[in-house]
T-cell receptor
Framework: DAMVIQNPRYQVTQFGKPVTLSCSQT?????MYWYQQKSSQAPKLLFH???????NEADTPDNFQSRRPNTSFCFLDIRSPGLGDAAMYLC???????????FGPGTRLTVT | TQLLEQSPQFLSIQEGENLTVYCNSS?????LQWYRQEPGEGPVLLVT?????EVKKLKRLTFQFGDARKDSSLHITAAQPGDTGLYLC????????????FGAGTQVVVTP
């Protein structure tokens, strides 16, 4: 089935140790998004790609980076995770900007 | 920033009862989407409403978009345990690239 896949589902990293989360899609959608969702809070958009064009939200910390090497894959890199970065990270895709967004199952990040 | 406030934050009801969840803003949205999110999973789209005053039904779920496109409601008739989950509304910000503003969600628990 066409879908949005996130790996790993659970990730534990140490304070300050770089970590990479991955997302892949078989929908062939143009747009890929990364959201951060903390407990009892709304998902917060970090950045999105339209094809290869990267769009960073103004309030996304520099600690967060992203790569999209091809249409199917998108990565979230956290260069020096802090305790406050512990959250669920959601990847989503849409065919076009403003289109319906399809979410992956998320990666739960724990920082020790 | 266009804020979306959801109420109540938490709702616990017995199977067979009805419930309504509200999503309110002082700002206009181009469209509004409702998602359901289960623990450890990503949000799953339930419906998109676009026109002011629009009503959509999905089995026992009824969604309404306010006439002014600033608010929305989700009504569940005869709730079942399978309706348990976090219900998120998300409004498309006008004149943006299609950016969504999420509410913080309403946690619904339906007990048998």
């Amino acid at each position: 089935d066409a879908m949005v896949i996130q790996n790993p589902r659970y990730q534990v990293t140490q304070f300050g140790k770089p970590v990479t989360l991955s997302c892949s899609q078989t929908l062939n959608h143009n747009v890929m998004y990364w959201y951060q969702q903390k407990s009892s809070q709304a998902p917060k958009l970090l950045f999105h790609y339209y094809d290869k064009d990267f769009n960073n939200e103004a309030d996304t910390p520099d600690n967060f980076q992203s790569r999209r090497p091809n249409t199917s894959f998108c990565f979230l890199d956290i260069r020096s995770p802090g305790l406050g970065d512990a959250a669920m990270y959601l990847c989503a895709t849409s065919r076009e900007s403003g289109g319906v967004q399809y979410f992956g199952p998320g990666t739960r990040l724990t920082v020790t | 920033t266009q804020l979306l406030e959801q109420s109540p934050q938490f709702l616990s009801i017995q199977e067979g009862e009805n419930l309504t969840v509200y999503c309110n803003s002082s700002s206009v949205f181009s469209s509004l989407q409702w998602y359901r999110q289960e623990p450890g999973e990503g949000p799953v789209l339930l419906v998109t409403v676009v026109t002011g005053g629009e009503v959509k039904k999905l089995k026992r779920l009824t969604f309404q978009f306010g006439d002014a496109r600033k608010d929305s409601s989700l009504h569940i008739t005869a709730a079942q345990p399978g309706d348990t989950g976090l219900y998120l509304c998300a409004g498309e910000i006008p004149d943006s690239w299609g950016k969504l503003q999420f509410g913080a969600g309403t946690q619904v628990v339906v007990t048998p």
